[in-house]
C-alpha cells in the first residue's frame, strides 16, 4: 500500500449525517431511532428504510419491462437505454458533478436507479438495485438538515404525485450555497416508473424551484427527441390495430427508429426550441440567507 486512506463508501461518508427519517433524531450505530422506533437495516454497502415493493415495480405492463431490463442489465442500464431511447440527453450531468470536489463534498443522486455517474456520490432510490446505497422515500430522507453540498435528480419528479415535498426535502437536506441539477420531461409520451403524473415547462420548472436562486434552465432534451417518442408511440398504436398485446410487441421494435435523435445536437440549439422541446434541465442554488417557505 502507498499510504493512502482507503475510500469509504458512500453510506460510510454519510453516517455522521444520517437521522431518522420519521423525526430526524441522530440514528444510533446500528441505523435505529431510539426516539420513534423506526430502523434502518443494513446489508453490506447499502442501507435500507423504505422503498417500492415488487408489486410496485411490475404493476404497470410498461414498466415490468422496464424493471426486467435493469435487473438484468445492471449497471450497463444506463448505456442501453442511452443507445435505444428515442430522446438525446444534452450533456449537463458530468459538467454539475465536476463542480464540486468529490472527495470532500457529499453529492447525493436522488432517485438514481441503476445509474451510477461516479462512486463518490450517494445514490438514493426507492428501488433496492445493487448500485443505490440508500432505499427509502425521497420525500423523507434519513439524511441531517444542510448535509448535502449538491444533489442530482435526473427524469424523477414527473414520477412523484407531489414534486413540490420532494423540492421541500432537497432544500432541506442542502446546505446553504449547496446546488441542485434537476431533468424534468416537457413533451413526451406517457412512461410509468412505477408511475407517471406530469410533465413542465420552461417556466413551471422555475415555478417548482421558485425558493431557490435559479441560475438557469436549458433544454435538457430537445425538440427532435420530443417527435420521435410520440411518433414510435404513434406508429405502434397505428400498426397494432386496436390490440394490446400487439402494441406491446410492436412498441420496443419502434426503437430501431432512435438514431434519428441525433438530430437534436442542432435542432436544440435553435433559438425556439424551447417551444417543443423534450425536456428541461434546472440548476439552483439554495441562498447562503434563510428564506420562508
Not at 9 to 15: F, G, K, L, M, W
Not at 134 to 152: C, E, H, K, S
Not at 153 to 168: F, G, M, W
Request: glycine share 8%; net charge positive; aromatic share 8%.
Amino acid at each position: 500500500m502507498n499510504g493512502e486512506e482507503p475510500m469509504r463508501c458512500p453510506v460510510d461518508r454519510i453516517a455522521a449525517a444520517l437521522v431518522c427519517p420519521s423525526c430526524r433524531v441522530p440514528l444510533d450505530a446500528s441505523y435505529g431511532c431510539a426516539a420513534c422506533g423506526t430502523g434502518g437495516h443494513r446489508t453490506g454497502n447499502q442501507l435500507r428504510f423504505a422503498g417500492f415493493g415488487d408489486a410496485e415495480l411490475r404493476d404497470d405492463p410498461l414498466n415490468r419491462i422496464k424493471e426486467t431490463v435493469k435487473r438484468r442489465f445492471g449497471p450497463a442500464y444506463p448505456l442501453v437505454i442511452q443507445l435505444l431511447s428515442p430522446v438525446l440527453l444534452r450533456r449537463f450531468i458530468r459538467p454539475f458533478l465536476m463542480s464540486f470536489d468529490l472527495d470532500r463534498d457529499l453529492v447525493a443522486d436522488l432517485g438514481s436507479g441503476t445509474n451510477r455517474y461516479d462512486s463518490r456520490l450517494l445514490c438514493v432510490d426507492g428501488g433496492a438495485y445493487a448500485n443505490v446505497d440508500i432505499v427509502g422515500d425521497l420525500r423523507t430522507l434519513p439524511i441531517d438538515d444542510g448535509a448535502l453540498a449538491g444533489i442530482v435528480s435526473i427524469a424523477v419528479l414527473e414520477h412523484v404525485p407531489d414534486p413540490q415535498a420532494h423540492v421541500r426535502e432537497m432544500w432541506r437536506v442542502l446546505r446553504p450555497g449547496g446546488r441542485v441539477l434537476c431533468y424534468v420531461p416537457f413533451m413526451q409520451p406517457f412512461h410509468a416508473s412505477p408511475y407517471d403524473y406530469q410533465r413542465y415547462t420552461e417556466a413551471g420548472m422555475k415555478t417548482l424551484f421558485s425558493r431557490f436562486d435559479v441560475m438557469h434552465v436549458r433544454i435538457g432534451a430537445g425538440p427532435t427527441s420530443a417527435m420521435l417518442w410520440t411518433f414510435q408511440e404513434w406508429l405502434a398504436l397505428l400498426l397494432s390495430f386496436g390490440s394490446r398485446r400487439l402494441y406491446r410487441v410492436l412498441a420496443p421494435l419502434m426503437w430501431l427508429l432512435s438514431p434519428i435523435k441525433v438530430l437534436d445536437v442542432l435542432l436544440a440549439r435553435h433559438p425556439n426550441a424551447t417551444v417543443a422541446a423534450s425536456g428541461f434541465v434546472i440548476e439552483a442554488r439554495k441562498p447562503t440567507e434563510a428564506r420562508p417557505e
